[in-house]
Every structure is written in structure tokens, then in C-alpha cells.
């Protein structure tokens, strides 16, 4: 899918007035709806007011995890979803983009959980894994062969078991292909400002579509999947840790992209989710809390390069959110509009058919959990052939395009700097730009930066290089804002 069909006639199409479903929001969850009931041969439309993915779904933890921290909530049904889409995300949906990564699960003398509670914690999500789960007992080197800066004074035990990590903007994104690849029409940067529903025969939805001006589509269904709406590179780390805070809350420390990813906090928020940011105390609290399991040179303020905050659309509880339920909730108004909130990236398979069933059955019947592979994930022949290409950028390229890295290289072939580093400590080449706003859907310089290369998250995104982007997406006669 080198060339997509092109926004203008993404629009005219949409205004047709023959469309299934209108799906609002295009993170992970509206995303995989959207594949999902063109799968089915719906007419769909995906819209997101800002970029696909801009929301929670590229403000995650970047794990596909199993659920370990649900166990002492008691949350069996949970632990065991996730963990059974843990394994078909890594093995047959999204191979290569959803990875496998160790995690280790300290216990130190005076933590909320003790070495028994911690060895009966693991020993309890290995029977809930189903085929593959391992956990085990570490000691000595194999510590620190794992997790180089990993405290060891009073540290008691050591349990490791089995997680997945994730490149998230871009399992929004291959998601996106699959449903465009599958017809629906996908339109970013087309904010939906109005909603009229008749009862339970679908409606009109408008949209401001910036620059493209407003436009009204009719759908026979809607879904509202809106949401709601650290670092430093760490040479060496071969295993994550997640250490049990009490009160169900984990500090995490995950090695992704070269870099150390610390988090995350519960703290409450019920403005305007465009206004989340994250705060000094949330940095503060973020780094006191790894402090019980890292070493203190690791932890200075100077170390961070780059912070994000999303937002988790959580059941309302008594006292603390962490104590908050974690699956999905979808309700249907009396006038037939479903919305979906909370829920985690690794169920997103499932939260889309939730969701989906909640339309009349005439209209989805044959639903299913799909475990195709999508576009752009598992592994390119092209890279794998190629031996002119530096070891780092031939895994990055592979890593982010799976069998669609040949497309990138092709158009780098035909630019005279498509191979060039766009940053010399990072491995995301020119030609991915180019790619982003030809191929898949970019229009700011925000878009590329963020959610198709690893650039912003490696906190490489220097003014010389912010306009650069921007006079490659002017010169793609592409609106470019540059947030
Ligand atoms: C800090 C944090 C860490 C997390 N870590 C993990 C993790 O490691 N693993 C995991 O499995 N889960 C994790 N989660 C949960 C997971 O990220 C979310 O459940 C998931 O991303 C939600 O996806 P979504 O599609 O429902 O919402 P979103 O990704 O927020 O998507 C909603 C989309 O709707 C669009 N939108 C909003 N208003 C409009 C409008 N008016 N018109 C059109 N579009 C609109 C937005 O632009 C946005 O793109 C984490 C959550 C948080 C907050």
C-alpha cells in the first residue's frame, strides 16, 4: 500500500450516503472496530480529530502485557484475556512490533509484598498463561545480566516471567492499514463536532475537517471510541521491572527504543483531556518511586529526555484510581449511539468485537476474533537482503515496517539522502518522512515525529529538524502545523 487513496477523495467518498458505521476516534480500540467491521464488508469511516493513535494509545506503557498487576485485585478473567492476546498479538497478529521482553519482579526487605506473596503471585499468572508462560527465580549475575542498575542491597528475591513490549503509535497504525487495506475510509485531522442520532437508525455526524472544510456524513450505526478523551538510553537492559508499590500500584521500568522508560502515576484528572501534561510532581514522584529499585545516578533530573501523560478513562471508585476495575466498558444510549471506554491496548481484539456486537446482530453477523497478521508488521526479505544498510537502521526499519520496510527502502532509493540519519543518534532515515506523509497519512510535523518515527520519543527533535519536516510536508502539498 504504497499510495493510499488520497484525502480529497477520502472525502467525496465519505459524504456518499451509504455508510454502516461511522466509527469515532481512531486510537487502538476505534481502529481495530473499524478493521473489523470492514472485515465484515461494512462501509465504514474511521475519523480522529487529531492524528490516528494522538490520544492514550501512543501515551501508553508501550507493554502488551498479561495483566500481572490485576492479580491482587483478583481480577482472574482479566489476567487471562490479556495473557491469551498477549501471545496472538506476538506470535500471529502483530510479530515483530509486539516483541517479547522479560520482566523482574523484586521483593525487598520492608516492600508492601513479601518474597511468599511475590512467588505465589508468579506462580499463580504461569497457570493462568495457558502454553509458554515462564516464570523463575533469579540470583546474583543473572541480575544484573538482565537489568544492569537494578539495586541488590536488601533486596530478598528475584522473580522473573514473561511480558511483551510494543512500538504503540504504530500498532494504531498497521490497525489503520488493515481496516483501509479491509475498504474502510480513514480520514485524521477531522475533528467529529456534531452528533444527531435517530432512534436506533443511525444518523448524521459532522465533522470539521480543518482546511477541508466541514462536512456531514450518515451512517446507519455509530461508535464512539474517543477515549478519553523518562528517560535516558539504558546500554545493556535485557529485562523490564515492575516492583509492587501496595495499594495495587507497580513502579515500571521498561527498556524500550534504547531508552529507559520509567512510570507510571494515578493521578486523578477530569479537565479537557487535550490539556493533560504531565507536572514537576509527577516527574518528582516518577523517580522517587524507581528509586527503590534503581540506583541513584540513574535517577537525576538531567537524565530525563522526554515526558508524556495520558489518560486512562477509568469506572468511577471510591479513593484510589489504582484500585480502579481495568476491562472495558461499552454502553448503548436509547438512541442507538455505542461507546466504548477504558480497557487496555493488548485487549484491543477484543474490546473492537464487544463493541461490535452491541450493533443489531443483521449487521455483524459472522463476527469473530481475526488473527491475521497486519500490514506493515513481521519481517522483510528486502531488509534482510540488503547488506549496504547499517545494522541498527536495518533492524529499526524492519522493526517499524515489518514487510513493508521494501516500500520505505524503494522510495529512499529514490532520494538522494533517503538512507541519511535524520539525527546522528537515532536510526530513523529521511525516507520514513517522505513515507509518512505519502503512505501513511502524516500531515504535521507532530505526526511524523511522534507516532512514525521514534524521533520525539528519543528526544532527538532539534529546530533544524522540525523544519526540515515541515518543508518536506509543504513541499508534499500537505498542511503542515507545526505543534
Ligand atoms: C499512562 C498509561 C499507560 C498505559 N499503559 C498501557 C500498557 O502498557 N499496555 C496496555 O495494554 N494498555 C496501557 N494503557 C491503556 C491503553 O493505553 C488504553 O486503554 C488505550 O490506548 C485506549 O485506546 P482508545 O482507542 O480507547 O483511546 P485513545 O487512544 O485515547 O483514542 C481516542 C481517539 O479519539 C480521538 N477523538 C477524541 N475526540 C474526538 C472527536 N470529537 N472527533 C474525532 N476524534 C476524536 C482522539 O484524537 C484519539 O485519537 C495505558 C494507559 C495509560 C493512561
Known sequence: MLTPISRADTIDRLVEPNLDLAVIGGGIAGARIAFEAARLGLRVALVDGGDFG?????????????GFRYL???????????????????????????????????AYAGSPRGPAAVAAGLLMYRALSGRGGRVAWLRGRPIHDAVPGLRLDGLRMCGTFDEAETIDSRLVLATVKAAAKSGALVLNHAKVVGLELRHNRGGAVTIDAGRDGALELRARHVINAAGPWVDHVEEGWRAGVAMPLGGGRVALGIPWQGMLMLGTTDTPYSGDPAGVQVTEADVSSVLDEASGFL????????RVRFQTAGLRALPVVEGDTAAARRGHMIEVSRNGLVSVAGGKLTTHRVIACDALRRLPRSSVDGLALDERRLPGTGWSLEVEERTDLEPDVADHLERLYGDQAGQVLALAGAMADGLERIHPSGPDVWAQVAYAFRSEWARTVDDVARRRTTLAGRGLLTEEIVARIGAMARSESLVSAVT
Request: a positive charge; glycine letters at 8%; proline letters at 9%.
Open 72 to 106: 491482587p485485585m483478583g481480577d482472574i478473567g482479566l489476567v487471562r484475556e490479556s495473557q491469551h492476546e498477549r501471545r496472538v498479538l506476538m506470535e500471529r497478529v502483530a510479530p515483530n512490533l509486539v516483541r517479547p521482553l522479560p520482566f523482574l519482579l523484586p
Open 295 to 302: 540506583e541513584a545516578g540513574m535517577l537525576r533530573r538531567d
Open 54 to 66: 494522538s490520544g492514550t494509545s501512543s501515551a501508553s506503557s508501550k507493554l502488551v502485557h498479561g
